[in-house]
């Protein structure tokens, strides 16, 4: 069984950078035909994906967030960051960690597994 847990700052500036890991158990990240993906729900919007890493190192991301977004493995420590910078107000809500052996979907319950979220506030 897969477990994935996220962690990182609630609350972030305006005009910083939100840093996000995904910690993952029961699995290794570098198993092949997996991909790692972030998705996030703002307050009363639907769910948006935001990119994945593949178990490769390979990225996509969506592309409305494609310029601010980063996403990275640490396969020694099993986990996957996301990075977006320059973040506004818009960019809160809760951000979900999953993963998919099929690609990316905006449905979290598409996600074979799926961590339980992390609020993230963007305020000064």
């Known amino acids: 069984q897969v477990s994935l847990q996220e962690s990182g700052p609630g609350l972030v500036k305006p005009s910083q950078t939100l840093s996000l890991t995904c910690a993952v158990s029961g699995g290794s990240i570098t198993t092949n035909y997996y991909y790692w993906n972030w998705v996030r729900q703002a307050p009363g919007k639907e769910m948006e994906w935001i990119g994945y890493?593949?178990?490769?190192?390979?990225?996509y991301y969506s592309p409305s967030l494609s310029s601010r977004t980063s996403i990275s493995m640490d396969p020694s420590k099993n986990h996957f960051t996301l990075q977006l910078t320059s973040v506004t107000p818009e960019d809160t809500g809760v951000y979900y960690c999953a993963m998919s052996s099929r690609g990316w979907t905006n449905d979290l319950n598409e996600y074979d597994y799926r961590g339980q979220g992390t609020q993230v506030t963007v305020s000064s």
């Open positions: 890493i593949t178990s490769s190192g390979g990225t």
